[in-house]
């Protein structure tokens, strides 16, 4: 679903990141871990063709990118919640919900949202000043998968947020992995993400510098302690 390699990236003058290489096959979930200024979320945008300028190259399903501009990327099924949310917040939850385009086929249903969503039903008529930062987050996620994207980019979800939100986000993960959808997720909760991840890439200096599989985490956690600061 995704791949990239010796991606290299520039905001003007300054190289943020520098040779990634990462693997993410359809339905799994991985994390982009590290600590802040580390180039996880340049990670997502260079992905996205929200950098100045990418050199190196990501294949999504199957298609190179690197030369596209962004609205042809996101026309390829990619689904971006940023860490600043981005909901409008002049408008109602339901018209955040309603006023999008298309960027894959068989988004999801109003019905489907509330459903995964129950809160945004109740919230449904409220405008986006008016709900709380856990329902912002939740109106975010519901977004994209209104939009049909099938490749959703995470950035920072559990920021901020209390822990019955933050475990109802884990399970509507879980949820979207069951329903064939492919999750790439930066997030500095390392709890909430390890038993989501098929896989963790640990970013430093803009590079990955250790892949660690869900099974292998247990055993290197001291090198997690020693790379993430825990």
Known sequence: MLSIRDLHAWYGESHVLQGINLE?????CVTLLGRNGAGRTSTLRAILGLIDKRAGSIHVAGKEVIALP???????????????????????AEENLTLLPEVGDNGMTLEQIYAMFPNLKERAHSP?????????????MAR?????????LLDEITEGLAPV?????????RDLKAQGFTVVLVEQN??????????????????????IDRDEVDAKQDRLNELLGI
């Open 70 to 92: 962004p609205h042809r990327i996101a026309r390829l099924g990619i689904g971006y919640c940023p860490e600043e949310r981005g909901i409008y917040a002049s408008l109602t």
């Open 128 to 140: 986006g000043t008016r709900l709380s930062g856990g329902e912002q987050q939740m109106l975010a």
């Open 24 to 28: 993410v096959r359809a339905g799994e």
């Open 165 to 173: 939100i933050v475990q109802k986000l884990g399970q509507v993960i």
């Open 190 to 211: 390392f709890r909430f993400a390890k038993h989501l991840a098929d896989r963790h890439y640990v970013i430093e200096h803009g590079q990955v510098v250790e892949m």
């Open 144 to 152: 994209i998968l209104r939009t049909g994207a099938k490749l959703l």
